[in-house]
């Protein structure tokens, strides 16, 4: 995969957040998910030991980790999911996009859910409408302590990279090492829980067509032809009604 000239990262002190999940409802507001569903989340309350002072509660904000190696774009037959060469972000083309759910296994973060509304792969985009208007993502925005700083790590200037680089040898990537997409989700010194993340699924007859017909399938996707079974394949799949990830809320 090529590396993008620039790579939008978010860095997090998660000893900062105090559950507040003021993320969450802002995300929600400004990309308009749709109800019982989250672009972002933050993890349950976990316990770290503190030597001589006990232990405290801990808070881990999370949300898509805009990989550099993301499966779920692996996972894609349509080429709907990409990453962005421009910016590192992955992306989803909606217009690409049959709504087959083979993405929402492929990740390991659980990051991704399928709209019921729009009947696509949907997911953090770190809000780009409101990147395009100069804004920050409404998460970074919202959050009271700051727990969340969002940046371009390829601008030393940038206020994540200045964070990543004062503080490297405290830097955290929550990762499964039988599927290390290298998240560009960075975390600050005792993040936790560091276990979640579950094991990657790429269905093997996606895999067989993503290796072999997607060239001619890319080719083809502007034809009247591939838009109708496009829909069709859309609407049979949706119709099963198969959801994943932390698209649905269980609080």
Known sequence: MNPAKHQLAMVIDSSKCMDCKGCVASCKVANNAPRGYSRNWIK???????????????????????????????A????????????????????????????LPACPYGARFRNPDLKVADKCDYCAERRAAGLQPACVDTCPTKARVFGDLADPDSEASRLLQANR???????????????????????????????????????????????????????????????????????????????????
């Open 169 to 251: 040898e405290r830097v955290v990537r929550v990762v499964r090492a039988d599927s290390d997409t290298e998240p560009n989700m960075f975390y600050l010194a005792d993040t936790a829980p560091l276990d979640w993340p579950v094991r990657a699924e790429i269905r093997s007859p996606m895999r067989a067509l993503t290796g072999w017909a997607l060239p001619g399938l890319s080719g083809l996707v502007g034809l009247a032809g591939l838009g109708v079974a496009a829909m069709a394949a859309r609407r049979f799949l949706v119709e099963r009604d198969a959801h994943g990830g932390h698209g649905t809320k269980k609080e």
């Open 76 to 103: 894609c037959p349509t080429g709907a999911t990409y990453k962005d060469k421009e910016t590192g972000v992955v992306v989803i083309d909606r217009r690409l996009c049959i709504g087959c759910g083979n993405c």
């Open 44 to 74: 349950a309350k976990a316990v770290i030991p503190r030597p001589g002072s006990g232990s405290r509660g801990h808070f881990q904000p999370g949300a898509c980790m805009h990989c550099d190696k993301p499966l779920c774009v692996d």
